[in-house]
């Protein structure tokens, strides 16, 4: 018989291997996160997802066959100071919320596949990721804990706030209204922030080219100063090395461009996850942000992120990244865009790997670049946009590759390229 958990319920777990099964309306993500007696994980091994589908007694399952997003976990792998596995579960869509899609978590015995438990949490509103349930030791038994803890800042806010060090993600005290259960084991619900301001559409063309910072960015190798590469004959293939002023009759021509990385499995019927990201940097080669799958925005929308493709199959761009030249802050003077692999594979299984500017006004590809090698590596640069003293923005095609699973594994690389 199942039982059907209140929010902050909990019970005798009653199985040593379970299947935490999350299911929505909507497409959702879902994750598990190990914890110890601190309420923080280890490392970031204990963050168990669709990019790191492995951990100690914990794996994440895939939707498939009609079945949901799942967490499982075998109670007898799990290292003894972990305490407690949260599941948790975030929107597929970042710029949607919980408001009118409450997931349902089941609870089922993984050997025999009988429903355990269930539990919806209460209506929702502006959430867009959630602490769904927990499941828990107290002393010698497992329990399962119905918990419905809502968050306004996504699953990096989640993330976060159980010591995953998400890059640059919100501080952890951004949770959404949505109580939890009366369990001195469940974190603390913080008010909600006011809401972000909305990102621009497409900030307005300055009338004159922008104000370049007091200390100039460093010009790039390559980089054209004299009879320098410009638009103004139509699209420029790049090969390595090479350089695009993103001029057309001697004056700034974009107002917005879009960035868009593309790339193939090498073997058929592979899957290939890639993280295409990008960058910023001051004058002095600083790191200032990054946007990436979990950090959609940045610079209040004048960086906007597409999203994660988690396969690298269909036609077109598999991510890409908009950038309002004109709402950038002054400060920022280098862009480097990146793809990595954080599931560990390498770039030798893919091949046509690309990038392209296109002007995110017109659609019209302006520059593109075709990664002529692969390399066993986890990460590569792709290309920089650089803004020169006079303002003047600046395309170098890069194709440096470096072991790096992640964005901020690329930080200091990447500065060393501008």
Same mark, same amino acid.
């Given at each position: 018989?199942?039982?059907?958990?209140?929010?902050?319920?909990?019970?005798?777990?009653?199985?040593?291997?379970?299947?935490?099964?999350?299911?929505?309306?909507?497409?959702?993500?879902?994750?598990?996160?190990?914890?110890?007696? &601190?309420?923080?994980?280890?490392?970031?091994?204990?963050?168990?997802?669709?990019?790191?589908?492995?951990?100690?007694?914990?794996?994440?399952?895939?939707? &498939?066959?009609?079945?949901?997003?799942?967490?499982?976990?075998?109670?007898?792998?799990?290292?003894? =100071?972990?305490?407690? /596995?949260?599941?948790? #579960?975030?929107?597929?869509?970042?710029?949607?919320?919980?408001?009118?899609?409450?997931?349902?978590?089941?609870?089922?015995?993984? @050997?025999?596949?009988?429903?355990?438990?269930?539990?919806?949490?209460?209506?929702?509103?502006? %959430?867009?990721?959630?602490?769904?349930? %927990?499941?828990?030791?107290?002393?010698? %038994?497992?329990?399962?804990?119905?918990?419905?803890?809502?968050? #306004?800042?996504?699953?990096?806010?989640?993330?976060?706030?159980?010591?995953?060090?998400? =890059?640059?993600?919100?501080?952890?005290?951004?949770?959404?209204?949505?109580?939890?259960?009366?369990?001195?084991?469940?974190?603390?619900?913080?008010?909600?922030?006011?809401?972000?301001?909305?990102?621009?559409? #497409?900030?307005?063309?300055?009338?004159?080219?922008?104000?370049?910072?007091?200390?100039?960015?460093?010009?790039?190798?390559?980089?054209?100063?004299?009879?320098? /590469?410009?638009?103004?004959?139509?699209?420029?293939?790049?090969?390595?090395? $090479?350089?695009?002023?993103? =001029?057309?009759?001697?004056?700034?021509?974009?107002?917005?461009?879009?960035?868009?990385?593309?790339?193939?499995?090498?073997?058929?019927?592979?899957?290939?996850?890639?993280?295409?990201?990008?960058?910023?940097?001051?004058?002095?080669?600083?790191?200032?942000?990054?946007?990436?799958?979990?950090?959609?925005?940045?610079?209040? $929308?004048?960086?906007?992120?597409?999203? @994660?493709?988690?396969?690298?199959?269909?036609?077109?761009?598999?991510?890409?990244?908009?950038?309002?030249?004109?709402?950038?802050?002054? %400060?920022?003077?280098?862009?480097?865009?990146?793809?990595?692999?954080?599931? $560990?594979?390498?770039?030798? @299984? /893919?091949?046509?790997?690309?990038?392209?500017?296109?002007?995110?006004?017109?659609?019209?590809?302006?520059?593109?670049?075709?990664?002529?090698?692969?390399?066993?590596?986890?990460?590569?640069?792709?290309?920089?946009?650089?803004?020169?003293?006079?303002?003047?923005?600046?395309?170098?095609?890069?194709?440096?590759?470096?072991?790096?699973?992640?964005?901020?594994?690329?930080?200091?690389?990447?500065?060393?390229?501008?």
């Amino acid at each position: 018989m199942t039982t059907v958990l209140a929010q902050g319920g909990n019970a005798p777990l009653g199985s040593a291997r379970v299947v935490v099964e999350v299911a929505a309306p909507e497409r959702l993500d879902v994750s598990g996160l190990l914890l110890t007696a &601190a309420g923080k994980v280890r490392s970031d091994a204990d963050f168990v997802f669709f990019n790191a589908p492995q951990g100690p007694g914990v794996t994440h399952r895939p939707a &498939a066959g009609g079945g949901p997003d799942a967490i499982a976990v075998d109670t007898a792998a799990v290292p003894g =100071e972990i305490t407690r /596995i949260v599941v948790t #579960a975030s929107l597929d869509d970042r710029r949607a919320t919980f408001a009118g899609t409450e997931p349902t978590a089941t609870v089922r015995d993984a @050997d025999t596949g009988r429903e355990l438990f269930t539990f919806t949490p209460p209506r929702l509103s502006r %959430e867009t990721a959630l602490v769904v349930v %927990e499941v828990y030791r107290r002393g010698a %038994e497992w329990k399962v804990r119905a918990v419905g803890q809502g968050y #306004a800042n996504g699953l990096a806010g989640i993330a976060t706030d159980f010591g995953v060090a998400v =890059e640059d993600a919100a501080p952890a005290d951004t949770t959404a209204d949505a109580a939890t259960g009366s369990s001195p084991a469940a974190p603390p619900v913080p008010a909600a922030p006011p809401a972000p301001a909305a990102p621009p559409t #497409a900030p307005p063309r300055p009338s004159a080219a922008p104000q370049g910072p007091a200390t100039p960015p460093p010009m790039p190798s390559g980089s054209p100063a004299v009879g320098k /590469i410009t638009l103004d004959k139509g699209r420029v293939n790049l090969v390595k090395g $090479g350089s695009v002023s993103l =001029e057309k009759a001697g004056r700034p021509f974009l107002a917005s461009v879009r960035m868009g990385l593309g790339w193939e499995p090498a073997g058929r019927g592979r899957n290939i996850d890639l993280d295409a990201s990008v960058i910023a940097f001051d004058a002095q080669r600083a790191k200032i942000d990054t946007a990436w799958f979990m950090k959609l925005s940045v610079f209040n $929308g004048a960086i906007a992120h597409s999203g @994660d493709n988690l396969t690298g199959k269909g036609g077109g761009d598999d991510e890409a990244i908009t950038v309002h030249l004109g709402g950038l802050p002054p %400060e920022v003077c280098g862009l480097v865009f990146v793809v990595n692999s954080f599931s $560990g594979q390498k770039f030798t @299984d /893919i091949k046509n790997a690309y990038c392209r500017l296109v002007d995110a006004a017109t659609e019209e590809e302006l520059v593109r670049f075709d990664l002529a090698q692969s390399e066993p590596h986890t990460g590569v640069a792709m290309c920089k946009l650089v803004r020169q003293f006079s303002g003047e923005w600046v395309m170098t095609a890069l194709g440096e590759y470096v072991d790096a699973k992640t964005a901020r594994s690329m930080v200091k690389p990447a500065a060393a390229m501008l």
